[in-house]
T-cell receptor, first 111, second 115 residues
Framework: QKEVEQNSGPLSVPEGAIASLNCTYSDRGSQSFFWYRQYSGKSPELIMSIYSNGDKEDGRFTAQLNKASQYVSLLIRDSQPSDSATYLCAVKPRGNNRLAFGKGNQVVVIP | SQTIHQWPATLVQPVGSPLSLECTVEGTSNPNLYWYRQAAGRGLQLLFYSVGIGQISSEVPQNLSASRPQDRQFILSSKKLLLSDSGFYLC??????????????FGPGTRLTVT
């Protein structure tokens, strides 16, 4: 079982719509959860951190965490063409000094 | 504010040649430092991480090595490059403090092509 899984294929959304990304993780003791955005040819950029169950909103981004079900999601409201990127989910496993990353989901916002 | 630097930005090296990539962090002390590789179209692979000077943990056995000669300097090396070493090399830092909680911040990366 992979530590972090992002199973959805490329996601195409029309401009102005909501993009929804999901991520599941295997270590029930994980405490810290992150979403990174990576534009093609660039390094990942941290866009959201979430540490407790529930929703956390930052501008057009909302991260949702459900520790009982071991999933974390990212919603992008009013999607813009500039949101077209690969989104990486990352989780800090218990007792580790590192993050476990998912393979990422590509989002394409169609004008 | 904190800044992370990596150089060179791009590198083309022949098979069998040595490698040295450098990463430095400014504006913080005693960070955790990480080296990742991202092959074309692939996910992030953690190669090494360091929690202090001279302390290196290796995640994947390979022909690469890492060193941390100073608190904010992290170096990735190889004595002989393989074709499979091509990829996007990323350095990252994090702080182990409650307010940061292992948030990692990435440098701009080095794109290595082994020919």
């Amino acid at each position: 079982q992979k530590e972090v899984e992002q199973n959805s294929g490329p996601l195409s959304v029309p401009e102005g719509a909501i993009a929804s990304l999901n991520c599941t993780y295997s270590d029930r003791g994980s405490q810290s959860f992150f979403w990174y955005r990576q534009y093609s040819g660039k390094s990942p950029e941290l866009i959201m951190s979430i540490y407790s169950n529930g929703d956390k909103e930052d501008g057009r981004f909302t991260a949702q965490l459900n520790k009982a079900s071991q999933y974390v999601s990212l919603l992008i409201r009013d999607s813009q063409p500039s949101d077209s990127a690969t989104y990486l989910c990352a989780v800090k496993p218990r007792g580790n000094n590192r993050l476990a990353f998912g393979k990422g989901n590509q989002v394409v916002v169609i004008p | 504010s904190q800044t992370i630097h990596q150089w060179p930005a791009t590198l083309v090296q022949p098979v069998g040649s040595p490698l040295s990539l450098e990463c430095t962090v400014e504006g913080t002390s005693n960070p955790n430092l990480y080296w990742y590789r991202q092959a074309a179209g692939r996910g992030l692979q953690l190669l090494f991480y360091s929690v202090g000077i001279g302390q290196i943990s290796s995640e994947v056995p390979q022909n690469l090595s890492a060193s941390r000669p100073q608190d904010r300097q992290f170096i990735l090396s190889s004595k002989k490059l393989l074709l499979s070493d091509s990829g996007f090399y990323l350095c990252a830092w994090s702080l182990v403090l409650p307010s940061y909680s292992y948030e990692q911040y990435f440098g701009p990366g080095t794109r290595l092509t082994v020919t």
